[in-house]
T-cell receptor
Framework: GEDVEQSLFLSVREGDSSVINCTYTDSSSTYLYWYKQEPGAGLQLLTYIFSNMDMKQDQRLTVLLNKKDKHLSLRIADTQTGDSAIYFCAESFHSSGSARQLTFGSGTQLTVLP | SQTIHQWPATLVQPVGSPLSLECTVEGTSNPNLYWYRQAAGRGLQLLFYSVGIGQISSEVPQNLSASRPQDRQFILSSKKLLLSDSGFYLC??????????FGPGTRLTVT
Protein backbone atom coordinates (compact mmCIF):
# COMPACT_ATOMS: atom_id res chain seq x y z
CA GLY A 1 0.00 0.00 0.00
CA GLU A 2 0.90 3.66 -0.05
CA ASP A 3 3.31 4.91 2.59
CA VAL A 4 4.79 8.34 3.15
CA GLU A 5 7.62 8.91 5.62
CA GLN A 6 9.07 12.05 7.13
CA SER A 7 11.42 12.82 9.97
CA LEU A 8 9.51 14.09 12.99
CA PHE A 9 11.53 17.13 14.02
CA LEU A 10 13.74 19.83 12.50
CA SER A 11 15.25 22.88 14.20
CA VAL A 12 16.90 25.75 12.35
CA ARG A 13 18.13 29.25 13.16
CA GLU A 14 16.17 32.22 11.95
CA GLY A 15 17.52 33.34 8.58
CA ASP A 16 18.92 29.92 7.69
CA SER A 17 17.43 27.59 5.08
CA SER A 18 15.24 24.68 6.15
CA VAL A 19 15.07 21.44 4.22
CA ILE A 20 12.27 19.03 5.02
CA ASN A 21 12.51 15.60 3.44
CA CYS A 22 9.93 13.01 2.53
CA THR A 23 9.96 9.58 0.92
CA TYR A 24 6.99 7.85 -0.67
CA THR A 25 6.36 4.42 -2.05
CA ASP A 26 3.63 4.68 -4.68
CA SER A 27 5.35 5.11 -8.03
CA SER A 28 2.00 5.81 -9.68
CA SER A 29 1.47 8.98 -7.66
CA THR A 30 0.74 11.83 -10.01
CA TYR A 31 0.87 14.73 -7.57
CA LEU A 32 2.87 15.34 -4.43
CA TYR A 33 2.00 18.03 -1.93
CA TRP A 34 3.33 20.05 0.95
CA TYR A 35 0.89 21.28 3.58
CA LYS A 36 1.57 23.49 6.61
CA GLN A 37 -0.32 23.21 9.89
CA GLU A 38 -0.06 25.80 12.63
CA PRO A 39 -1.13 24.89 16.18
CA GLY A 40 -4.85 24.23 16.49
CA ALA A 41 -5.54 25.04 12.85
CA GLY A 42 -6.39 23.21 9.67
CA LEU A 43 -3.93 22.36 6.94
CA GLN A 44 -2.82 25.02 4.50
CA LEU A 45 -1.73 23.91 1.05
CA LEU A 46 1.72 25.39 0.41
CA THR A 47 2.58 23.92 -2.95
CA TYR A 48 2.33 20.81 -5.06
CA ILE A 49 4.36 19.29 -7.84
CA PHE A 50 3.37 17.12 -10.73
CA SER A 51 5.31 13.89 -10.94
CA ASN A 52 6.87 14.70 -14.31
CA MET A 53 8.58 17.76 -12.83
CA ASP A 54 11.92 17.86 -11.05
CA MET A 55 11.65 21.20 -9.36
CA LYS A 56 9.14 23.90 -8.57
CA GLN A 57 9.93 27.27 -7.01
CA ASP A 58 7.49 29.67 -5.43
CA GLN A 59 9.02 32.67 -3.66
CA ARG A 60 10.90 31.27 -0.61
CA LEU A 61 9.76 27.71 -1.27
CA THR A 62 11.57 25.23 -3.51
CA VAL A 63 10.29 21.71 -4.06
CA LEU A 64 12.64 19.07 -5.42
CA LEU A 65 11.43 15.71 -6.67
CA ASN A 66 13.64 12.70 -7.30
CA LYS A 67 11.24 10.27 -8.87
CA LYS A 68 13.82 7.51 -9.21
CA ASP A 69 14.45 7.51 -5.45
CA LYS A 70 10.85 8.52 -4.60
CA HIS A 71 12.20 11.43 -2.58
CA LEU A 72 10.57 14.81 -2.16
CA SER A 73 12.00 17.80 -0.35
CA LEU A 74 10.80 21.25 0.64
CA ARG A 75 13.37 24.00 1.04
CA ILE A 76 12.39 27.19 2.83
CA ALA A 77 14.83 30.01 2.26
CA ASP A 78 15.45 32.67 4.93
CA THR A 79 13.38 30.80 7.50
CA GLN A 80 11.37 33.03 9.82
CA THR A 81 9.75 32.40 13.21
CA GLY A 82 6.37 32.44 11.47
CA ASP A 83 7.46 29.35 9.55
CA SER A 84 7.38 27.30 12.77
CA ALA A 85 4.68 24.68 12.19
CA ILE A 86 4.15 21.06 11.25
CA TYR A 87 4.79 20.34 7.57
CA PHE A 88 3.05 17.42 5.92
CA CYS A 89 4.10 15.68 2.76
CA ALA A 90 1.30 13.92 0.86
CA GLU A 91 0.94 11.88 -2.29
CA SER A 92 -2.23 11.47 -4.29
CA PHE A 93 -3.81 8.65 -6.18
CA HIS A 94 -7.03 8.50 -8.08
CA SER A 95 -10.05 6.95 -6.42
CA SER A 96 -13.56 6.98 -7.84
CA GLY A 97 -14.84 9.60 -10.26
CA SER A 98 -12.88 12.79 -9.85
CA ALA A 99 -11.95 12.17 -6.23
CA ARG A 100 -8.31 11.93 -5.34
CA GLN A 101 -7.20 10.39 -2.14
CA LEU A 102 -4.21 11.75 -0.32
CA THR A 103 -1.85 9.73 1.81
CA PHE A 104 -0.11 11.90 4.38
CA GLY A 105 3.17 11.53 6.16
CA SER A 106 3.30 11.93 9.92
CA GLY A 107 4.48 15.52 9.63
CA THR A 108 7.74 17.29 10.46
CA GLN A 109 7.68 19.77 13.33
CA LEU A 110 9.81 22.72 12.23
CA THR A 111 11.09 24.89 15.07
CA VAL A 112 12.75 28.17 14.17
CA LEU A 113 15.16 29.40 16.82
CA PRO A 114 15.90 33.12 17.22
CA SER B 1 -13.57 32.73 -3.71
CA GLN B 2 -14.24 29.45 -2.01
CA THR B 3 -14.40 29.02 1.74
CA ILE B 4 -14.94 26.01 3.93
CA HIS B 5 -16.54 26.10 7.36
CA GLN B 6 -16.62 23.58 10.15
CA TRP B 7 -18.54 23.64 13.39
CA PRO B 8 -18.36 23.42 16.17
CA ALA B 9 -14.73 24.40 16.63
CA THR B 10 -14.43 22.42 19.85
CA LEU B 11 -16.63 19.81 21.43
CA VAL B 12 -16.52 17.82 24.67
CA GLN B 13 -18.87 14.86 24.77
CA PRO B 14 -19.33 11.94 27.18
CA VAL B 15 -18.80 8.36 26.09
CA GLY B 16 -21.97 6.90 24.60
CA SER B 17 -23.42 10.22 23.47
CA PRO B 18 -24.22 10.99 19.82
CA LEU B 19 -22.12 13.17 17.54
CA SER B 20 -22.81 15.47 14.63
CA LEU B 21 -20.08 17.55 12.99
CA GLU B 22 -20.91 19.75 10.07
CA CYS B 23 -18.86 20.99 7.16
CA THR B 24 -20.06 23.41 4.48
CA VAL B 25 -18.34 24.81 1.43
CA GLU B 26 -19.15 28.13 -0.19
CA GLY B 27 -18.29 29.48 -3.60
CA THR B 28 -18.20 26.25 -5.59
CA SER B 29 -20.53 23.59 -6.93
CA ASN B 30 -20.32 19.80 -6.84
CA PRO B 31 -17.08 19.58 -4.89
CA ASN B 32 -15.54 16.36 -3.72
CA LEU B 33 -15.70 16.33 0.07
CA TYR B 34 -13.52 14.53 2.58
CA TRP B 35 -13.43 13.82 6.32
CA TYR B 36 -10.09 13.20 7.99
CA ARG B 37 -9.14 12.50 11.57
CA GLN B 38 -5.85 13.63 13.06
CA ALA B 39 -4.81 11.94 16.27
CA ALA B 40 -2.19 13.35 18.65
CA GLY B 41 -1.45 16.26 16.32
CA ARG B 42 0.14 14.07 13.70
CA GLY B 43 -0.74 11.99 10.70
CA LEU B 44 -4.09 12.30 9.00
CA GLN B 45 -6.36 9.36 8.39
CA LEU B 46 -8.98 9.57 5.65
CA LEU B 47 -12.36 8.51 7.04
CA PHE B 48 -14.88 9.24 4.27
CA TYR B 49 -15.09 10.93 0.93
CA SER B 50 -17.98 11.91 -1.29
CA VAL B 51 -18.14 12.73 -5.00
CA GLY B 52 -21.79 13.80 -4.95
CA ILE B 53 -25.02 14.10 -2.98
CA GLY B 54 -25.79 10.84 -1.21
CA GLN B 55 -22.55 9.21 -2.39
CA ILE B 56 -20.30 8.24 0.49
CA SER B 57 -17.20 6.07 0.42
CA SER B 58 -15.84 4.77 3.69
CA GLU B 59 -12.15 4.13 4.09
CA VAL B 60 -11.99 2.77 7.61
CA PRO B 61 -14.69 0.69 9.28
CA GLN B 62 -15.47 2.31 12.61
CA ASN B 63 -17.96 3.87 14.90
CA LEU B 64 -18.59 6.82 12.59
CA SER B 65 -20.77 7.52 9.57
CA ALA B 66 -21.02 10.34 7.06
CA SER B 67 -23.81 11.86 5.03
CA ARG B 68 -24.11 14.45 2.30
CA PRO B 69 -27.64 15.79 2.31
CA GLN B 70 -26.83 18.78 0.10
CA ASP B 71 -24.23 19.52 -2.53
CA ARG B 72 -21.99 21.57 -0.28
CA GLN B 73 -22.76 20.02 3.09
CA PHE B 74 -20.94 17.07 4.63
CA ILE B 75 -21.85 15.67 8.03
CA LEU B 76 -19.92 13.31 10.26
CA SER B 77 -22.00 11.40 12.81
CA SER B 78 -21.90 8.78 15.49
CA LYS B 79 -24.71 7.16 17.47
CA LYS B 80 -22.50 6.35 20.45
CA LEU B 81 -19.09 7.90 20.95
CA LEU B 82 -16.09 5.94 22.16
CA LEU B 83 -13.05 7.30 23.98
CA SER B 84 -10.99 6.41 20.91
CA ASP B 85 -13.07 8.84 18.80
CA SER B 86 -11.26 11.79 20.39
CA GLY B 87 -9.18 13.74 17.92
CA PHE B 88 -9.04 16.65 15.51
CA TYR B 89 -11.51 16.25 12.65
CA LEU B 90 -10.78 17.97 9.39
CA CYS B 91 -13.04 18.45 6.41
CA UNK B 92 -11.60 19.14 2.97
CA UNK B 93 -12.89 19.84 -0.51
CA UNK B 94 -11.56 19.55 -4.03
CA UNK B 95 -12.75 19.96 -7.61
CA UNK B 96 -11.23 18.51 -10.74
CA UNK B 97 -8.05 20.34 -9.87
CA UNK B 98 -5.66 18.35 -7.80
CA UNK B 99 -5.49 20.32 -4.61
CA UNK B 100 -7.48 19.59 -1.48
CA UNK B 101 -8.37 22.54 0.72
CA PHE B 102 -8.95 22.04 4.40
CA GLY B 103 -11.30 23.60 6.90
CA PRO B 104 -10.26 24.91 10.32
CA GLY B 105 -11.08 21.62 12.05
CA THR B 106 -13.12 20.47 15.06
CA ARG B 107 -11.39 19.39 18.25
CA LEU B 108 -13.42 16.54 19.78
CA THR B 109 -12.73 15.29 23.29
CA VAL B 110 -14.66 12.27 24.48
CA THR B 111 -14.70 11.98 28.27
Amino acid sequence: GEDVEQSLFLSVREGDSSVINCTYTDSSSTYLYWYKQEPGAGLQLLTYIFSNMDMKQDQRLTVLLNKKDKHLSLRIADTQTGDSAIYFCAESFHSSGSARQLTFGSGTQLTVLP
Amino acid sequence: SQTIHQWPATLVQPVGSPLSLECTVEGTSNPNLYWYRQAAGRGLQLLFYSVGIGQISSEVPQNLSASRPQDRQFILSSKKLLLSDSGFYLCAWSLLAYEQYFGPGTRLTVT
